[in-house]
């Protein structure tokens, strides 16, 4: 199996157990004090590799970070003002553009080039995350598409995903010239840096922070610390390979969220959820072989 395979395969698996620290954190926690304490702890853990990081690069490859940062800052307002506003049987789903922005992006800026084979491999994992995360609509999976242009908040969303796809061909540019640690150290600073001025100036500033760990500190430091760890992985098979190719694969942590959370064991819907499992798992080995 390819090296990058391997990565974006670790990412998935400690993305989808980040994501189950997450959703207890936010049990307790405001959106605003949780992202803010996450993204500080984040920060102090991702100092382990510090001999692995280059603190001083030269200060246009620093501006370019911090402007990405700050367009991943506007593409998460966008996207969490779509999951509040609209159910999540019909965001969900649709979450599946992104890649498809990716692909259009990564092709016409890093002119990346995918076969045919890898094309179709891509679209089998879309279809599969796509089937696999409508379940939450039993009653008509395809919903999510006819109703697209009549979700008043739809275009917040596109936006959103677009942003972020403009985010992850930045990352790929900027991958050729700093290491992964190097990145994900200077995204962090910046983006904590954000989220603390946030706190400061429209809520309970640094009593809001302790209040999250005082309350949530456990499932905060596992979801810091796990998020750490499917980020570098991820930007290590970024670094090796298109990153057309890298983020759909990454899909894989929404089957991996099912499985480990227990979802995929509960007699309801078995079937939609075997099916959906086995598309996307063609869809990797079309990609990887």
Known sequence: MKAWVIFILVSSVFGAI??????????????????????????LLVLVFAPFIVFRIPGMYVAFIFLMSLTAAVALTFISRSYKHVNLSVVAPLSNLMPVFILVLAFFLLGEHVSSKQMFGIGLLLFGTY??????????????VLNFFRIKNIWFLLLGFLLSAVIVVGEKMILTVVSPFTLIFYHYCFQTFCFIMITLFFYGGFKDIFHAYRTSGKWILGNAFFA????????MAVSMTFVSLATPVKKLSTLFAVLLGGGFLREKRIFHKVLACGIMLAGVFVIAV
């Open 18 to 43: 980040s994501l189950l620290f997450k959703k207890k954190a936010l049990k307790d926690e405001h959106t605003s004090e949780y992202l803010t304490a996450f993204k500080l702890l984040e920060l």
């Open 228 to 235: 750490n760890l499917s980020n570098l992985a991820y930007f």
């Open 131 to 144: 089937y696999l995360e409508s379940e939450h609509h039993a009653g008509h999976w395809f919903s999510p």
